[in-house]
C-alpha cells in the first residue's frame, strides 16, 4: 500500500494566495466583457426559444437547467451583465470542484523519493492550482464562458466534475451519501447539456483507478454503466433521435453533403463514417489548442478540411492515433498504479466524453471550440502530473504557475474584448479564414456573410459588399450571400447587379420572401415592370408580419400603377387599408388608381376625404394631379405648393412643381 502526503495547514498560505489571484485574475479578464453584445447563437435569448422554460415542468426537458437559469434570472436587457456574472461564477465553480476531484487523486500517488511529506504536500497542492489555473485563465475557456448562450456546457462540465468529484470521494470513503450525491449531479449535467450522457462511463474508469475491483465486480460496473448510459439514451431519443447517425440533419447540412458529393461521387453514403473518422482526428487539434491556445488560430467559427475519404492522410493518421491512445490508455489503467494511470484516467475521461461527437454526421459545426470545455476538464490533472513529473519544487512550480497564468491571462482578456460585438466576433474569424485552403473546407463563407451583415446594418455598404461577394467566391451554398449581395448592391444603387446577384440567390433554392421583394425593387428601378410587379406580388403574399406586409402591399400598388396595372394596384392598395385603414400612401394610391383609370372626379373626392382626416404631402399631391386631369391649373399649383410645403424633400412633388411651372395641362 503506498503512503500519502499529508498535508499540514502550516503551509496552506502560499497555495491559497495562488487560489486568490487567480480568481482575482479571472475577474479582471471577464468583468471587461461583462458589458459586450449578444452574438450569433444568443438570438436564443431574444427569440423565445429559451423563454419557453422556467419554473414549470411542462416545457422542453433538453438542456433544461441550463436554459432554465436564464428565465430564472431575467432576460430583459439590464439583466444581460447579471448573466454575464453568472457564467463566470460558473466557471469559478468548475475551476473550484476540478481542485476537489484531482486532489485527492493525486495524494494517492506514491510519495517522492527524497522528500519530505510536509514537502511533497505542498508540491502537490501547487501543482494541482497550477493545472486548474492553466484551464481556468485558457484563452479557448472564452468561448464558452464568454459566449453567453453557451452556459449550457459551463454548466453541464460543472455538475459533471461535481458528480467526479463525489464519485471519488464516495470510493475513497465508503460513504454511499457521496454516490447518491454524484448521481444527483449526474443527472443535472445531463439536464444542462446531452454532451455529458456518457458521464457514467468516466465513472468506470475512476473506480479502476481508485478501487481496483475484481474482473467480476469491474464487469458489473461496466454493464451498470452500459445499462444507465443505454436508459439515459432512450430517454433522449424522443428529441435527438433523428441526429444519430444523420449524414444531414438540417438544410446547410444537406447542401455541404451535396457539394462534397459532387467533389467525391459516393461522399454521401460515408458521410457518416468519415464524420467519425474527422472528428478522431479533430479531437486531437482541441487538444493542442488548449496546450499552446494562440489566439491566431482561436475564432467564434473555424473551418477545417473535412475528409472525402477514409484514404485522407491526416485523418488517418489522427483516427489511427485516437484508436492507439484510447487502447494504450486502457492498458495503463489496468497494468499501473502511480501516476502513469492517473494520466491513462485523464485521457480516457476526455476521450469518452468526446465519444458524443461520434453520434452524428457533424459538417455543419465540426469543430467548435465552445464545446472541447466539457473534455478539457481533465486537462488540469494532466498538467499536474507533468509539473510533478519535472522534480521542480515549490518554488519553481510556483514561478512555473505565476508565469503561465499571467501569458493566458492576457491572450484570454484579448479573446474576451473579441467578443465584444458581433462585428467584432465575425471580423476577427473572417481574418482568420485559411483562403487557399482545399474546397472540402466546407463552411468558410459564414464569417464573411454574418460580418457582412453587421458591416450593412451599420451602413458601411461598401465593405459589406466585398464580404458578401467573399462569402460567394467560397460556396455558400443555399443563395444567402448572393441574396445579401444583391441587397448591397441595391443599396448603392447598381440595380442591374443587384438584379443578377438576387436570381442567383433564387436559382440556389432561396425562399426568403425578402428576396422577391428586392428583387421587385431593383427591377422597377432599371424600367422592368411587369417582373417587378410579380416579385412583389409573391413577396406581399408570403409576408406574415403586418407592418412588413403594409410595406410590400404599398410598394407593389405604386409599381402596379406605373406599369399600368390599376386592377393590382386597386387590390394591392385595399389589402393595405384592410391592414391600416388609416394608412395615408395607400388612401392616396386609390385615387391615383381612379386618376389611371381617367376617373378624375371620384379620384379628387378620394383625396379630399383624405385630407379632411389627415393633413398629408400625399394628400395634396394627388389632389394637384387630379386639378391638372380637370384642366384647373390654378388649383394644381396652389395644392401642390402646399404638398412642398409639408414635404420639401419629396422628389415627386418637386418634379410636378417644376412641370406646372411650364404652364402646361397636360401630365
Known amino acids: 500500500m503506498h503512503t500519502t502526503a499529508t498535508r499540514p495547514s502550516s503551509s496552506l498560505w502560499v497555495p491559497l494566495l495562488l487560489a486568490g489571484a487567480v480568481l482575482a485574475v479571472l475577474c479582471v479578464v471577464y468583468g471587461s466583457g461583462l458589458h459586450n453584445a449578444l452574438i450569433f447563437d444568443d438570438a436564443r435569448l431574444r427569440d423565445g426559444i429559451v423563454a419557453q422554460y422556467g419554473l414549470g415542468t411542462d416545457g422542453p426537458w433538453r438542456r433544461w437547467l441550463s436554459y432554465a437559469s436564464f428565465a430564472w434570472l431575467g432576460l430583459d436587457e439590464g439583466r444581460l451583465v ?56 485558457n484563452p479557448v475557456a472564452v468561448y464558452a464562458v464568454a459566449y453567453l448562450i453557451q452556459r449550457s456546457i459551463v454548466l453541464a462540465t460543472l455538475c459533471a466534475v461535481l458528480a467526479c468529484a463525489c464519485w471519488v470521494r464516495g470510493l475513497l470513503t465508503g460513504h454511499w ?85 459532387a467533389l467525391r461521387p459516393g461522399f454521401a453514403q460515408q458521410a457518416y463514417g468519415l464524420s467519425v473518422f474527422n472528428q478522431a482526428a479533430l479531437f486531437f487539434v482541441y487538444g493542442g489548442l488548449w496546450l499552446v491556445p494562440n489566439p491566431g488560430w482561436l475564432a467564434i467559427d473555424l473551418r477545417p478540411a473535412f475528409p472525402l475519404g477514409f484514404a485522407s492522410l491526416p485523418h488517418l493518421m489522427g483516427a489511427l492515433a485516437f484508436v492507439a491512445l484510447f487502447a494504450g490508455s486502457v492498458w495503463v489503467l489496468l497494468r499501473r498504479r502511480d501516476g502513469w494511470s492517473l494520466a491513462a484516467v485523464c485521457v480516457l475521461s476526455a476521450q469518452l466524453l468526446f465519444g458524443t461527437e461520434f453520434v452524428t454526421t457533424w459538417l455543419q459545426d465540426p469543430f467548435v471550440l465552445y464545446r472541447s470545455y466539457l473534455w478539457a476538464a481533465f486537462l488540469p490533472g494532466l498538467v499536474a502530473l507533468a509539473l510533478l513529473g519535472l522534480g521542480l519544487g515549490r518554488a519553481g512550480l510556483l514561478s512555473v504557475a505565476v508565469v503561465v497564468g499571467l501569458v493566458s491571462a492576457a491572450l484570454a482578456f484579448e479573446r474576451v474584448q473579441s467578443l465584444r460585438s458581433p462585428e467584432l466576433a465575425w471580423g476577427d474569424a473572417a481574418a ?12 468558410r463563407w459564414r464569417p464573411f456573410l454574418n460580418h457582412g451583415a453587421e458591416l450593412l446594418e451599420r451602413g458601411r ?25 444583391g441587397m448591397a448592391l441595391q443599396v448603392l444603387g447598381r440595380h442591374a447587379p443587384a438584379v443578377a446577384a438576387l436570381e442567383r440567390s433564387r436559382q440556389q433554392g432561396m425562399k426568403h420572401p425578402m428576396l422577391a421583394y428586392h428583387l421587385g425593387l431593383s427591377q422597377r428601378a432599371i424600367g422592368e415592370l411587369p417582373a417587378a410587379v410579380q416579385n412583389l406580388q409573391a413577396a406581399a403574399a408570403a409576408q406574415e408580419d403586418p407592418q412588413l406586409k403594409l410595406r410590400l402591399l404599398q410598394d407593389l400598388g405604386e409599381t402596379a400603377l406605373a406599369a399600368r396595372q390599376p386592377e393590382v394596384a386597386d387590390q394591392a392598395f385595399a389589402a393595405a387599408l384592410a391592414l391600416d385603414p388609416g394608412h395615408v400612401a395607400a388612401e392616396v394610391g386609390r385615387g391615383m388608381v381612379l386618376l389611371a383609370r381617367q376617373q378624375a372626379q371620384a379620384a379628387m373626392a378620394v383625396f379630399d376625404a383624405s385630407l379632411a382626416r389627415r393633413d398629408s404631402a400625399l394628400g395634396h399631391y394627388g389632389q394637384a394631379l387630379a386639378h391638372m386631369a380637370l384642366g384647373n391649373l390654378q388649383a394644381a399649383r396652389s395644392a401642390v405648393a402646399r404638398a412642398q410645403a409639408l414635404d420639401p424633400n419629396n422628389r415627386n412633388v418637386a418634379a410636378l412643381a417644376r412641370h406646372l411651372q411650364t404652364g402646361s395641362g397636360a401630365r
Not at 99 to 127: I, K, N
Not at 226 to 253: K, N, R, Y
Not at 432 to 443: D, E, M, R
Open 82 to 137: 447579471w448573466q454575464r456574472g453568472l457564467n463566470l461564477l460558473l466557471h469559478v465553480g468548475v475551476c473550484l470542484s476540478l481542485y476537489a476531484l484531482f486532489m485527492p487523486l493525486v495524494d494517492q500517488l506514491p510519495l517522492t523519493e527524497g522528500r519530505s511529506a510536509e514537502d511533497e504536500a505542498a508540491r502537490r497542492r501547487l501543482a494541482v492550482l497550477a493545472g486548474v489555473a492553466v484551464f481556468a485563465l
Open 461 to 485: 455598404t461598401e465593405e459589406a459588399l466585398k464580404d458578401f461577394e467573399q462569402a460567394v467566391a467560397l460556396g455558400e451554398p443555399l443563395g444567402a450571400a448572393a441574396m445579401s449581395q
Open 432 to 443: 482568420k479564414v485559411n483562403l487557399q485552403a482545399p474546397v472540402n473546407a466546407v463552411g
Open 177 to 261: 451519501a457521496w454516490l447518491a450525491a454524484a448521481a444527483v449531479a449526474g443527472v443535472l449535467a445531463v439536464l444542462s447539456k446531452e454532451h455529458a450522457l456518457l458521464l457514467p462511463l468516466v465513472w468506470v474508469v475512476l473506480l479502476v483507478h481508485v478501487r481496483r475491483p475484481p474482473a467480476r465486480t469491474l464487469a458489473l460496473a461496466g454493464l451498470g454503466g452500459l445499462a444507465v448510459l443505454g436508459l439515459c439514451g432512450w430517454l433522449m431519443w424522443g428529441t435527438l433521435g433523428h441526429i444519430v447517425g444523420a449524414a444531414a440533419f438540417d438544410e446547410t447540412s444537406a447542401a455541404y453533403v451535396r457539394d462534397l458529393e
